[in-house]
């Protein structure tokens, strides 16, 4: 065998390393993006599940109890929301209790809030909006709460937001 076949078999091995190491970089790569994609996935599941459980509860504690003329005045003050002292999570009575909010859950496989896994943060804001601007919180009552899910966590960089209008007259944005 002579230098020129020595040669082009050296180089041909360098180029196949050069191709192997290439294709287990992208390998990689396309795994952590799909770890990634789940991740977040999970995140939007998490606080899509705190806005479907927030659908099922009153709009506001003083429903049932004031005439609809009063209304939205003696809704519950916009410096006031929140839970009160003797209400604790998950036994929320209406949608602003959720103010505030924040807890960790954890992850395993499919099972929220399993006492070991991958941890995911959870922080609630609730804020009265105008129906012509909801992205913007009012400092009045109206008969439009909009409640802001983020979800975060070691392995979503930027987190997760879901945002959902609830209105007094039933009807969610």
Do not use: C
Not at 8 to 25: C, E, G, K
Not at 53 to 60: G, I, L
């Amino acid at each position: 065998m002579g230098y020129r076949e020595l040669f082009l078999v050296l180089a041909s091995t360098v180029l196949l390393t050069l191709l192997m190491t290439q294709i287990n970089r992208n390998t990689v790569e396309g795994r952590e993006a799909l770890e990634q994609l789940e991740y977040e996935h999970i995140a939007a599941s998490m606080a899509q599940q705190f806005i479907e459980e927030a659908k099922s509860k009153k709009f506001d504690a003083q429903v049932g109890m004031i005439a609809p003329s009063d209304m939205p005045d003696d809704f519950t003050p916009w410096n006031g929301l929140g839970h009160g002292w003797w209400e604790n999570y998950p036994n929320f009575n209406d949608v602003d209790d959720y103010h505030n909010f924040s807890q960790t859950m954890y992850v395993n496989g499919s099972n929220f809030n399993a006492n070991s896994g991958i941890p995911f943060n959870v922080s609630i804001q609730i804020h009265y909006v105008s129906d012509a601007n909801p992205e913007v919180a009012v400092s009045q009552e109206t008969y439009f709460k909009r409640m802001t899910v983020t979800v975060s966590g070691n392995y979503i960089p930027n987190g997760i937001t879901v945002k959902q209008v609830f209105s007094y007259f039933g009807v969610n944005m």
